[in-house]
Structure formats: C-alpha cells, structure tokens
C-alpha cells in the first residue's frame, strides 16, 4: 500500500543543455506515481530539490487522486530539479488529508515512507519534547522529525557552514542509519535534503523498494513500475540496508554497515504493458491480456523430451518427493485460486492440500513440518500477511514455493522457489489476468508433482499440458462471443443490490471470486457459495428476482452437472432470475436459466480460466453503469502492505 517514487539526475542539470536525465525530476516522480496510483490514491505529492539559491526544497502535495496533486503543481509551478521524491498514498495513520499527504517536511529535508512505524507514539512524544511542532497525525511526518534532529546534531558537530553536498549526503546515511534502527514496524524511506541536492537517501525494512539503473541517472520505487518508462535495468533493497543515490552511483550498506552488491536484473515488462492500450479501463485491458497471461505463464515449460520443466524450482527433488502435505497461504483473489489449485493438485498427486488465508494461518499454531510444501499465492510478492505466513512456514522447517507475478518481490526472494505467473503488470485494483495465471501456475505445480512422483504417467502429463495450452485460444473466444451480451446484462442489472453465485467442486472458488469482484468494483452486496450449501441456510436469502449466478460443470461429469441443475430449479422455484454458464451444447440448463452465458468446453479442473472470465466483465460492466472508477475502487489498494 502507498507508492513511492524516487529521482536524482545530474546536479547541472537545471542548465537546460545539460547531461541526459537533466532537470526531468518532475517528469520521472509524476510518471511513476501514475503507474504507482493502484497502490493507493487517499492523496499524492512530492518532493523536489535543486542546487540553486532561491527556493532549494520544494514540497507541493493535495488530497485525493493524482490529477489534483496535477493542478496544484500547475498553481506552484515548481522550477526543474535535480533530484526529487513522490508518493501516493493509502491511508494508515492519519485521514486522507493534504497535511497528512507525504512528503513530510522537517528541518532541510522531506520524506515519504510506505509502511507502519509501530512505535511511532513514543517516538512522537520524543519529538515534541524536542520542541518540534507536528503538522499532521502521521508516523512518517514523526520520522522526518527524528530524521530532521539526528541530522541535524551531526551537521552542528562538523564546523558550521563547512559541510558540502557529499559530506550532508554522508551525514544524512548516518542519520537514516541512526534513526531506522530505533523504528519498529515496516518502512520503505525516501529523504532528499536541500543541502545534498543531487542525493536520495533510503531504507528498506519488510515493504517494498527497488532500485532502477540508469544512464546518468538513478531511480527508486516501490516497484518497476515507477521507473520503467525510464529504465529496465533494476536492482533488489533487503530489509534493513541503507541507501545513497546520485546520478552516477549507488552504494548500499547492509545491516552492519557494510557496503554490499545488490543482484541486478532486466525488467522484462515494458512501459507500454502498463497502460491501457485503447482500452477505457485498465481492468478491461487486464481482462483481455488474459490469454496472453496464461500462454505467456506456460510458455518455455517443457523439454525436448515433452517433460514438464520448472528451471526455477530450486527445492531438492528428493524433499518434493517426501512431502506429506502441502499448505497454500494467500489472500483474497489470490486465496481462491488456491483453492482451485487444491481440486487439481489432490486429484493429480494424490497429496492433501489444505488452504489457508495468510493472515489467519501463524496464528492459530498450524501443523507444518519438514513434509510440507508451503505454496504461497501473491501478485505483488508484496502482501504482508503472506510473507509473514511465508515466514512463519520457514520457521517450522517447511519449504515455501512462491506463486508471484511480480520479479524481486519480497516474497519472491524469501521462499525457497519462485514459480513466476506471467502475467505482465496488474495495474487495476482488481485482480484478474493475477487470478488466471495464478491457477495457471498452479496447475504447472500439480503436474510437476505428479510427474515428479510418479502418480501419473507422462503421457498423461503431456496430454494435460496439451489441453492447457488450449485455453488461451478458448478464452480469447469466448470473449469475442460473449462480451458484449455480459456487459449489456451488467447495464441491465445496475439497480439490482444484491446477488448471489453458486458452483460446486471447481465452481465454487469460481463463485465466490464473482462475488468478490463484485463487491470490490461496485459495492453491491454479493455472496458466492457452495451450491451444495445453499439447502443448509442461504436458501432464505432468496427472493423475487434476485439474480443468482450458477456454474455448472460439463455434462460429462453427470454426477456434479446433475445436481448442480437441480440447485438452479431450487432457487428458480423460490423466485430467483437464474443467469447461468454453461458449456456450449449443454441443453439441460436451457428450460432453467433466464439468460445462459455459453462457455467452450474445457477439462473440467481447467473450467475456472474460462468461467471466471464473465463475471469479471460483468462485475466491470455494472461498475461503469453505475458510474463508478473500476481501477481504483474506494477504501482499496493494490498491494496491501500492512497486516
Ligand atoms: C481482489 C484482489 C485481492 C488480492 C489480495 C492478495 O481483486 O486483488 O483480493 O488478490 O489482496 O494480493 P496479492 O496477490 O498481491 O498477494
């Protein structure tokens, strides 16, 4: 939650033929907190420094979306810098305010800062204490203050007047130094002071921070989506490293203060993935990348021998052989498509599979040994309840494989293997090419695991694989085919208040996820069930007209097709408006439904790529007709980065 954003280019660069990355500050900071906006959008503002007399540190921030930090900066008119700050922000401590808006201002120096500081009472009271008036009702602007004294203290014992930019920029490490071991809690820290202007300082602990290279200049984000119009060449934070930036450097020291090489690596999404390519929204954009999602996600999986191949799976295949259980810890969307995951990977491997969401599962004392294979499920690598579920698996002596979309993520770097979705960055709030390539890459762990084990053979392996590597042709279809009547069928039903959404087996994780999104993008009241589960108390929800969604399985499976017809007559009966998916050709569904949304047939397990598809443009449908922003949903944020 919040993005934060950092620049330094050349200190000649206010000259305007100045060195490449010249005086662009402002043009970096507001490009990258408009990539960074999902990550809250409460308020915005940023930081900007430069070498000249006159006004050294400018600080311009508004309340609300990106556009209104926009016109205020159009109203200051702020000259070029050398170096600056940016954030946006969801909100923690403190209303979503222009004085709770960061960059905090203390002294000669300006900070952002995503996370919690969890002492930050203390802290406060300290610094009041030290005479220091605070503006706002944040942790961060309490960290500028101490950031402010710290430095302060140490410029006052060099000789007054003396100290040039490098030495305030090697003072200002200090501090940072000094003052991020006293917090508690989470931070990623950016500082520029007027004194250093061609320097940003930082520090990392549990939220994220990456470091983007470039030619004569440097950058920092929360992730490369801030800097990625800019530069691909990036660079990993750890917890608890300090940073210095300029245009031509940049030096990390870790813990114990010494200066340490960061892993570097290309960032393979390009600028462009990041925007809405003619789409009106960027949810509907992520709805159609979603079959380039999953076939990007299966791209490069199998060898020259048709075998199944994970190159990142670096756990000892001895250990994954001998493993008795396999825990699944993830959040929200990501939680549902470890759900589906459970059908498929217990039917191939014959393993139980229990899920768990991340922030229930270190606290109620879970059974996790040696023999478990934690799996945990993020889009961002960045979800804070999941890494300390990640954590808390660890310290059992479990083996964590991470589902991640996004390259350097937290996540990502602490599990013992990383199977990356390639789902190219998800920028609306709502999940959804994530969710896809998520059971993607889960069914690619099932069938590793079952091949690895022997419990099935490799022909079958390879004709599963086959039939995967299907679905994207059948998504992009049933897209072509179905769009249009869905969102008209969303317009239609923009009144309704509330809905329900049943499946069984495969289905159900499938309905609640409909729900879920409906409830994020247009805050209709929404429940997803087990269809099964309706007779045991749901059923008295239902009324005249109330718009039931149902999935049903292919008429191949009669068993769960059979009963899931009868669960649709139960609720039809009780005056329901049934809307129902159903494979193409399944004619028992047609004297049940009031509207049938058609489906291409698909293996039964791989039914979720295709029936979640619907009831995400018909969540962003009824959004739009209710004149709602389906990319940036109220009270939500894309990353949540605190528990
Ligand atoms: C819903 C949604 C959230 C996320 C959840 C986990 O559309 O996006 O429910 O799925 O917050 O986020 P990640 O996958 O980043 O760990």
């Given at each position: 939650?919040?993005?934060?954003?950092?620049?330094v280019?050349?200190?000649?660069?206010?000259?305007?033929?100045?060195?490449?990355?010249?005086?662009?500050?402002?043009?970096?900071l507001?490009?990258?907190?408009s990539?960074?906006e999902?990550?809250?959008?409460?308020?915005a503002?940023?930081?900007?420094v430069?070498?000249?007399?006159?006004?050294?540190?400018?600080?311009?921030?508004?309340?609300?979306k990106?556009?209104?930090?926009?016109?205020?900066?159009?109203?200051?008119?702020?000259a070029?810098?050398?170096?600056?700050?940016?954030?946006?922000?969801w909100?923690?401590?403190?209303?979503p305010?222009?004085?709770?808006?960061?960059?905090?201002?203390?002294?000669?120096?300006?900070?952002v800062?995503?996370g919690?500081?969890?002492?930050f009472?203390?802290?406060?009271?300290?610094?009041?204490e030290?005479?220091?008036?605070?503006?706002?009702?944040?942790?961060?602007?309490?960290?500028?203050?101490?950031?402010?004294?710290d430095?302060?203290a140490?410029?006052?014992a060099?000789?007054?007047g003396?100290?040039?930019?490098?030495?305030?920029?090697?003072?200002l490490?200090?501090?940072?130094?000094?003052?991020?071991?006293?917090?508690?809690g989470?931070f990623?820290?950016?500082?520029?002071?007027?004194?250093?202007?061609?320097?940003?300082i930082?520090?990392r602990?549990s939220?994220?921070?990456?470091?983007?290279?470039?030619?004569?200049?440097?950058?920092?984000?929360?992730?490369?989506?801030a800097f990625?119009a800019?530069?691909?060449?990036a660079?990993?934070?750890?917890?608890?490293?300090?940073?210095?930036?300029?245009?031509?450097?940049?030096?990390?020291?870790?813990?114990a203060?010494?200066?340490?090489?960061?892993n570097?690596?290309?960032?393979?999404?390009?600028?462009?993935?990041a925007?809405?390519?003619?789409y009106?929204?960027?949810?509907?954009?992520?709805?159609?990348?979603?079959p380039t999602?999953?076939?990007d996600?299966?791209?490069?999986?199998?060898?020259?021998?048709?075998?199944?191949?994970l190159?990142?799976?670096?756990?000892?295949?001895?250990?994954?052989?001998?493993?008795?259980?396999?825990?699944?810890?993830?959040?929200?969307?990501?939680a549902?498509?470890?759900?589906?995951?459970?059908?498929?990977?217990?039917h191939?491997?014959?393993?139980?599979?229990?899920?768990?969401?991340?922030?229930?599962?270190?606290?109620?004392?879970?059974?996790?040994?040696?023999?478990?294979?934690?799996?945990?499920?993020s889009?961002?690598?960045?979800?804070?309840?999941t890494?300390?579920?990640?954590?808390h698996?660890?310290?059992q002596?479990?083996r964590?494989l991470?589902?991640?979309?996004?390259?350097?993520?937290?996540?990502?770097?602490?599990a013992?293997?990383?199977?990356?979705?390639h789902?190219?960055?998800?920028?609306?709030v709502?999940s959804?090419?994530?969710?896809?390539?998520?059971?993607?890459?889960?069914?690619?762990?099932?069938?590793?695991?079952?091949?690895?084990?022997?419990?099935?053979?490799?022909d079958?392996?390879?004709?599963?694989?086959?039939?995967?590597?299907?679905m994207?042709a059948?998504i992009?279809?049933l897209?072509?085919?179905?769009?249009?009547m869905?969102?008209?069928?969303?317009?239609?039903?923009?009144?309704?208040?509330?809905?329900?959404?049943?499946?069984?087996?495969?289905?159900?994780?499938?309905?609640?996820?409909g729900?879920l999104?409906l409830?994020?993008?247009a805050?209709?009241?929404?429940?997803?069930?087990?269809?099964?589960?309706?007779?045991h108390?749901?059923?008295?929800?239902?009324?005249?007209?109330?718009?039931?969604?149902?999935?049903?399985?292919t008429?191949?499976?009669p068993?769960?097709?059979d009963?899931?017809?009868s669960?649709?007559?139960?609720?039809?009966?009780?005056?329901?408006?049934?809307?129902?998916?159903?494979?193409?050709?399944?004619?028992?569904?047609?004297?049940?439904?009031?509207?049938?949304?058609?489906?291409p047939?698909?293996?039964?397990?791989?039914?979720?790529?295709?029936?979640?598809?619907?009831?995400?443009i018909f969540?962003?449908?009824l959004a739009?007709?209710?004149?709602?922003?389906v990319?940036?949903?109220r009270?939500?944020?894309k990353?949540?980065?605190?528990e």
């Amino acid at each position: 939650m919040c993005g934060i954003v950092g620049h330094v280019g050349p200190l000649n660069s206010i000259n305007p033929a100045g060195a490449p990355g010249s005086g662009r500050s402002l043009e970096v900071l507001l490009d990258g907190l408009s990539r960074l906006e999902y990550r809250g959008y409460d308020s915005a503002g940023i930081a900007l420094v430069r070498p000249d007399d006159g006004e050294r540190l400018t600080v311009v921030k508004a309340a609300g979306k990106l556009d209104n930090l926009r016109a205020a900066l159009d109203e200051a008119g702020p000259a070029p810098a050398t170096a600056g700050i940016g954030h946006t922000r969801w909100a923690t401590h403190g209303g979503p305010t222009t004085e709770n808006a960061h960059p905090h201002r203390a002294g000669t120096l300006a900070v952002v800062h995503n996370g919690i500081i969890e002492n930050f009472r203390a802290l406060r009271a300290e610094v009041e204490e030290a005479g220091r008036t605070l503006l706002s009702a944040t942790d961060t602007e309490v960290v500028a203050h101490l950031l402010d004294l710290d430095f302060s203290a140490r410029l006052a014992a060099g000789e007054a007047g003396t100290v040039g930019p490098d030495a305030a920029a090697a003072l200002l490490v200090e501090s940072m130094r000094a003052v991020t071991d006293r917090l508690e809690g989470t931070f990623a820290l950016l500082a520029v002071t007027e004194l250093a202007p061609g320097a940003i300082i930082a520090a990392r602990r549990s939220s994220p921070l990456v470091i983007g290279l470039g030619e004569g200049e440097n950058f920092l984000g929360s992730d490369v989506a801030a800097f990625v119009a800019f530069t691909t060449h990036a660079a990993e934070v750890d917890d608890d490293q300090v940073l210095l930036l300029t245009a031509d450097a940049v030096t990390v020291w870790d813990a114990a203060g010494n200066v340490v090489t960061p892993n570097t690596w290309e960032v393979s999404w390009d600028a462009s993935a990041a925007v809405k390519g003619g789409y009106e929204t960027f949810m509907d954009k992520e709805i159609h990348d979603q079959p380039t999602a999953v076939a990007d996600t299966l791209l490069g999986r199998v060898n020259d021998r048709g075998e199944l191949v994970l190159d990142e799976m670096r756990i000892d295949p001895a250990v994954l052989r001998s493993i008795d259980k396999i825990i699944v810890v993830a959040c929200g969307t990501a939680a549902y498509a470890g759900h589906v995951a459970k059908y498929a990977i217990e039917h191939w491997c014959r393993i139980p599979v229990e899920i768990e969401l991340a922030h229930e599962f270190r606290y109620r004392d879970p059974i996790v040994s040696e023999k478990t294979l934690t799996v945990a499920i993020s889009q961002s690598g960045e979800t804070m309840d999941t890494i300390h579920a990640v954590r808390h698996a660890r310290e059992q002596g479990s083996r964590a494989l991470a589902i991640v979309n996004t390259y350097g993520s937290t996540i990502a770097r602490e599990a013992d293997a990383v199977l990356y979705t390639h789902a190219g960055p998800e920028v609306a709030v709502a999940s959804t090419k994530a969710f896809i390539s998520q059971i993607t890459a889960c069914y690619l762990l099932g069938l590793y695991l079952a091949q690895l084990r022997g419990n099935k053979w490799p022909d079958e392996v390879a004709d599963y694989l086959e039939n995967l590597g299907k679905m994207p042709a059948k998504i992009e279809r049933l897209l072509a085919e179905q769009e249009d009547m869905v969102r008209e069928l969303g317009e239609q039903l923009a009144d309704q208040t509330s809905f329900l959404f049943l499946g069984r087996h495969v289905g159900y994780p499938v309905a609640l996820e409909g729900a879920l999104k409906l409830k994020e993008v247009a805050y209709v009241h929404a429940e997803g069930f087990a269809a099964g589960e309706l007779k045991h108390g749901p059923i008295a929800l239902v009324e005249e007209g109330l718009p039931v969604f149902v999935i049903v399985p292919t008429p191949r499976r009669p068993v769960l097709h059979d009963k899931v017809i009868s669960n649709i007559q139960e609720v039809r009966a009780r005056g329901a408006r049934t809307i129902v998916i159903a494979e193409e050709g399944d004619e028992a569904v047609t004297p049940f439904a009031d509207t049938v949304i058609r489906i291409p047939a698909a293996p039964t397990l791989m039914w979720p790529l295709l029936t979640v598809v619907p009831l995400q443009i018909f969540a962003a449908a009824l959004a739009k007709a209710r004149g709602l922003d389906v990319d940036q949903p109220r009270n939500l944020a894309k990353s949540v980065t605190v528990e």
